[in-house]
């Protein structure tokens, strides 16, 4: 289970309109709740009140989520859930931290918790000051992460962020020229708009020879355009499933424009367990390299040879102008800063090690080496640097659950602490929010792993209260939130902090605005299955949301304790079961066919197993109320030792879609039984 695939643009999402004459600069603090004692996670001894059952009073080790004079959080180590206890019911005497020597105790005349009020670290930036030259050092690095945003705003093709961008690079050019910093700065940073343009115009001069190639391929067999669409795009994307094999979400979907119209492409939970840190950009170039490079494959197939030779020359301008960009950036840091011209890797040579190897540790290597021979002796780091390295470390696989939430959740504070090596003029105040944005989404990435098949509406998540403070911290620090990115993040930390009203308030104001959100669809679902009493029309209606949408992790679905009261809603059951019709046939022996469902129901017609049949081919009918992704078939023989078979599918399965795994059985005396997988869960015939 996962908190999703919107990560896929977070990155992106994270743009900032600065106002330079802001005065505020960094008073970033966030609210703390009323009566506020302690945050955790920390490490507690719960000791209850007395009673005729333990006249001792029972004490209980736990993990502190938070106390407030009225009200006290922790997850029990004990029965391993989360308890939720008002101080007016009595039931706790005293909480005692014995690593931190601290003592909370209940106050019957007040009946509140009383003691120490500990401020949560992390949660108040302090920004360095800096020379000129630092400074202006500051802002050379800063061109190389603003073209990279450019190439993300390009990739999502949202007109709203390339709006933003212009009002931003026109902010940094009147930041460089008031304050005096070399020309060629100013020069490098003026050059940031029109590069951007023309990448806009390149993007559109491209979209009307597609548009101009489908008419004249208007005769042609759209179906057989767009299966060689999907087979070219799945040879394009096979290297960057590798990359991103361990990152830890339940999916994601790219919807592109193709021929014959928009292409649905989802990347499910074995694939993509994760991108919820953000989206490296390197990855980003690779899937847009590898999704044009689709499109030029079939326009070479089917289309004039004047189309696809427009396209190639289209392509070739565009990237000729990236590499000039990152050119004359690299001649600058060799010129004018003394950086070794070897520290600047070739982005792709990177990629394709990444791709290749899936190395995470040697990748973190290789990068850091990279950025200590940029580094100034004794001069201040790059601060978005450590946003990157923290990204890699959280994607590198580990098997202990529990211990990669504590390493993300680790990786979040440090990121929180590269807020604070901004610079403190507070036309850097977009930068720091940068920074706790996304500190909060490496945070989220954590509860994400502390949940799996756990409530998610009762979770009182220590480390969703801190990405609830980092998400307030950068709200204070300004900015538009266009499209309700931000507002969509803070409505997930809340639910997982344990503010059901608050969080059931924001998701109302944004529901419109994030209607097309699997995610956001999905803990409206929690929330309305969770009310008291239960919203059962509204949760089932958000579920069929969701999968609409995108949501993949049907499993979890199933699994999660918020849906309890709904899994025995026959709707429920339609919505999140897998329901698959199996048919075998071959040139003797006729058709044979069964239905089957991850909950078991009847089969149809009653066989007890595949007839045998000769040059036997396996279909399958997806009868699901959502496409089946990442779907693996696997034949194991019913009788004798035989070798099982295992077939991959090359495709999404849409409801009432059928694929054909042609010559799956080689031995038409042996019977087998089919074995799905799939990001949606198992399923077996008979």
């Known amino acids: 289970m996962s908190l999703s695939h919107r990560w896929i643009a977070v990155l992106a999402a994270w743009v900032v309109i600065v106002n330079c004459s802001a005065a505020q600069g960094v008073s970033a603090k966030p609210r703390l709740p009323d009566g506020f004692l302690a945050q955790g996670p920390m490490r507690v001894t719960v000791v209850w009140a007395p009673s005729p059952s333990d006249p001792a009073g029972l004490k209980e080790e736990a993990v502190l989520s938070q106390l407030t004079a009225d009200k006290l959080a922790y997850h029990s180590d004990l029965i391993n859930q989360t308890r939720v206890f008002e101080a007016k019911h009595k039931y706790i005497k005293s909480v005692i931290s014995k690593d931190k020597k601290l003592q909370w105790d209940y106050d019957a005349r007040k009946q509140q918790f009383t003691g120490k009020i500990i401020i949560p670290e992390g949660i108040e930036i302090r920004p360095m000051k800096y020379s000129p030259a630092e400074e202006a050092r500051y802002l ?126 989802s990347f499910g939970a074995r694939n993509v367990a994760g991108i919820y840190s953000g989206i490296n950009r390197a990855a980003q170039a690779k899937l847009k390299f590898a999704l044009l490079q689709s499109e030029l494959e079939v326009s070479r197939k089917y289309l004039a040879k004047d189309t696809s030779a427009q396209l190639e020359a289209l392509q070739g301008e565009m990237d000729a102008r990236r590499k000039e960009l990152t050119k004359k950036v690299r001649q600058l840091g060799v010129a004018q800063f003394a950086l070794p011209d070897s520290s600047f890797t070739d982005e792709e040579e990177i990629l394709g090690f990444w791709k290749t190897a899936r190395d995470y540790r040697t990748l973190i290597t290789v990068l850091s080496q990279k950025y200590r021979e940029q580094s ?60 706790l944005r ?71 104001e944004i529901q419109e605005m994030r209607k097309s959100s699997p995610l956001f ?12 009493p239960p919203k059962t029309n509204e949760a089932l209606a958000a579920i069929d949301d969701a999968i609409r949408a995108g949501y993949k992790d049907l499993k979890g679905a199933r699994e999660n304790p918020d849906f309890g009261y709904l899994k ?93 795994w042609d010559r799956a059985i080689p031995d038409s005396r042996q019977a087998y039984r089919v074995i799905l997988e799939c990001d949606q869960g198992k399923d077996k015939y008979p």
């Open 140 to 265: 050379f690095f800063y061109l190389g992460h603003s073209q990279n945003r450019v190439d993300e705003a390009l990739l999502n093709g949202d007109p709203n962020m390339s709006k933003v961008l212009r009002e931003e690079f026109a902010g940094a050019v009147k930041h460089v020229t008031s304050k005096g910093f070399p020309p060629y700065l100013v020069s490098l940073y003026e050059s940031l708009t029109p590069y951007m343009e023309a990448q806009l115009d390149g993007q559109k001069r491209r979209k009307a020879i597609l548009d101009e190639a489908m008419e004249r391929a208007s005769k042609l067999n759209r179906h057989e355009i767009a299966a060689e669409y999907q087979r070219n795009l799945e040879v394009g994307m096979g290297n960057l499933l590798a990359m991103l094999s361990s990152i830890p979400t339940t999916g994601y979907t790219v919807n592109r424009w193709g021929f014959g119209g928009w292409f649905h492409q």
């Open 376 to 435: 100034a002796a004794g001069g201040k780091e790059f601060p978005f640097r450590t946003l990157e390295i923290a990204w890699l470390k959280s994607a590198m696989p580990n098997s202990d659950s529990k211990k990669r939430a504590e390493e993300t959740f680790t990786l979040a504070k440090e990121c929180v602490a590269a807020a604070n090596i901004v610079p403190e003029d507070p036309y850097y105040d977009g930068h720091r929010a940068e920074a």
């Open 438 to 508: 996304f500190a909060a989404d490496l945070a989220l990435q954590a509860v994400n792993i502390d949940v799996v098949k756990k409530s998610w509406t009762g979770a009182h998540n220590p480390k969703a209260a801190y990405a609830l403070y980092w998400l307030e911290m950068a709200d204070n620090l300004g900015g538009l939130d266009i499209g309700g990115e931000r507002r969509e993040a803070k409505f997930t930390a809340l639910l997982f902090a344990g503010h059901r009203e608050e969080a059931l308030q924001q998701g109302l």
């Open 521 to 532: 669809n999905y803990e409206m679902a929690a929330l309305y299955a969770t009310a008291k």
């Open 568 to 660: 025995y809603q026959p709707r429920f059951k339609s919505l999140t079961n897998i329901l698959v019709e199996y048919r075998q046939s071959g040139d003797t022996g006729g058709p044979s066919t069964g239905v089957s469902s991850i909950r078991r129901g009847p089969v149809r017609p009653n066989i007890s197993n595949l007839a045998p049949a000769i040059s036997m081919g396996l279909t399958i009918k997806n009868r699901s109320a959502f496409a089946l992704t990442n779907v693996t078939l696997r034949l194991e023989p019913l009788k004798g030792n035989g070798p099982a078979l295992q077939h991959r599918v090359d495709r999404d399965v849409a409801p009432e879609e059928t694929y054909l």
